[in-house]
């Protein structure tokens, strides 16, 4: 069985300082991590793939296999980055028709 | 151009009422997909289109019926909805098809601003 766990349900960071949310997965098979940002009351957003290791909007994510996670990681929180961040998991095998999401971690950069 | 359009953006429906949510994607993606959302909960899958074709009920009760016309639209029909229905219902697609036998590295899903719905 595929299964994402974000163990913090709210984040909340000043502006500035860095911030890392967590992700961890427990998975079989060749797993394809995404994160999704959702800000409020807007479509979910891809903001990061695991096989394609860039940057966006400063954030960034290493798949550690020894450690199952893909924690989102960003030197400097801005206000904008608050939003609902999502960890997903894809099966490489079924092309990602089966997405599990963790719960969300709830951001807030305070000013 | 990743985008995928959802009419309508918000519905408010009566529990005896027949509506449909319309989505539609010009990217050429083969699979497209309704997902459920709940108020600060993830996404819940609940079709997948693959090549036209139904490849995944997520076990939904027959009032969710869904279709797919062609393979740019994607509609999903409401029938005696219940008020524990109400939700984001997000429609999403990817490029590639569902394939068990095909490698699919990278086949992200893109999701719709998605539609509200209230049930009452």
């Known amino acids: 069985a595929q299964r994402v766990t974000q163990p913090e349900k709210l984040l909340s960071v000043f502006k500035g300082a860095p911030v890392e949310l967590k992700c961890n997965y427990s998975?079989?098979?060749?797993?394809?991590l995404f994160w999704y940002v959702q800000y409020s009351r807007q479509r979910l957003q891809l903001l990061l793939r695991?096989?394609s290791r860039e940057s966006i909007k400063g954030f960034t994510a290493d798949l550690n296999k020894g450690e199952t996670s893909f924690h989102l990681k960003k030197p400097f929180a801005q206000e904008e980055d608050s939003a609902m961040y999502y960890c997903?998991?894809?099966?490489?095998?079924?092309?990602?028709?089966?997405?599990?999401f963790g719960e969300g971690t709830q951001l807030t950069v305070n000013p | 151009d990743t985008e995928v359009t959802q009419t309508p953006k918000h519905l408010v429906m009566g529990m005896t009422n027949k509506k449909s949510l319309k989505c539609e994607q010009h990217?050429?993606?083969?699979?497209m997909y309704w997902y459920k959302q709940k108020a600060k909960k993830p996404p819940e899958l609940m079709f997948v289109?693959?090549?036209?074709?139904?490849?995944i009920n997520e076990s939904v009760p027959s009032r969710f019926s869904p279709e797919c016309p062609n393979s740019s639209l994607l509609n999903l029909h409401l029938h005696a909805l219940q008020p524990e229905d109400s939700a984001l219902y997000l429609c999403?697609?990817?490029?590639?098809?569902?394939?068990?036998?095909?490698?699919?590295?990278?086949?992200?899903?893109?999701f719709g601003e998605g539609s509200w719905l209230t049930v009452v």
């Open positions: 999403a697609s990817s490029r590639r098809g569902v394939s068990l036998r095909q490698g699919s590295s990278g086949n992200t899903i893109y």
């Open positions: 997903a998991l894809g099966p490489q095998e079924t092309s990602g028709s089966r997405l599990t």
């Open positions: 695991h096989i």
């Open positions: 289109y693959s090549y036209e074709k139904l490849s």
């Open positions: 998975y079989s098979g060749s797993p394809e």
């Open positions: 990217m050429g993606h083969r699979a």
